[in-house]
T-cell receptor, first 112, second 119 residues
């Protein structure tokens, strides 16, 4: 079945780059997503990548997709304390609608 | 315009009671999704609505869970005879369209969630 896995915790120093990794199982997923969840808030879509791309850059965010290994990563350049949150990787399911399959989330802690 | 809203934001109930959780999607969004986020877990899909019909209820954990949507807008998730394992954050999302539209039409916008605690 469909499954998405992420490491649970990442700690970085302010100003460094953060790299959050994710693996997925459904090779037919059309889109892969990164969502951010801050304490007490809902999920905010950060970025997405189409499955026929291998890289997407959006300001401080870089998404890399290795479709052969079913590996997705999110790089945050110049990480700030405001980036501290839980980051969820998600794949869109097969079928006629956009049900998302989420990983358990990676908690990013940014320290001075 | 306004985003997805959910109410209540927090709900504490006793085991065995029924609860109703409400989701008000973005105006004009035809697709609506319910997810559950248990402590330390990712989001678990519960149910999907297209308009007022629910083509996929496969994620509902048991027959104590039901959901409806009326007027193609507001949705209510009902949990009967709540159990402690139902404690979680229940999140709702909406999209302008189902798959087949452009990427913006398929982007899911999430509400802030309802935090349910069953004692």
């Amino acid at each position: 079945g469909e499954d998405v896995e992420q490491s649970l915790f990442l700690s970085v120093r302010e100003g460094d780059s953060s790299v959050i990794n994710c693996t997925y199982t459904d090779s037919s997923s059309t889109y892969l997503y990164w969502y951010k969840q801050e304490p007490g808030a809902g999920l905010q879509l950060l970025t997405y990548i189409f499955s026929n791309m291998d890289m997407k850059q959006d300001q401080r965010l870089t998404v890399l997709l290795n479709k052969k290994d079913k590996h997705l990563s999110l790089r945050i350049a110049d990480t700030q304390t405001g980036d501290s949150a839980i980051y969820f990787c998600a794949e869109s399911s097969t079928g006629g609608y956009n049900k998302l399959i989420f990983g358990a989330g990676t908690r990013l802690a940014v320290h001075p | 315009g306004a985003g997805v809203s959910q109410s209540p934001s927090n709900k504490v109930t006793e085991k065995g009671k029924d609860v109703e959780l409400r989701c008000d999607p973005i105006s004009g969004h035809t697709a609506l999704y319910w997810y559950r986020q248990s402590l330390g877990q990712g989001l678990e899909f519960l149910i999907y609505f297209q308009g007022n019909s629910a083509p996929d209820k496969s994620g509902l954990p048991s027959d104590r869970f039901s959901a409806e949507r009326t007027g193609g807008s507001v949705s209510t998730l009902t949990i009967q005879r709540t159990q402690q394992e139902d404690s979680a954050v229940y999140l709702c999302a909406s999209t302008r369209n189902h798959r087949g539209g452009d990427r913006d039409q398929e982007t899911q916008y999430f509400g802030p969630g309802t935090r349910l605690l069953v004692l």
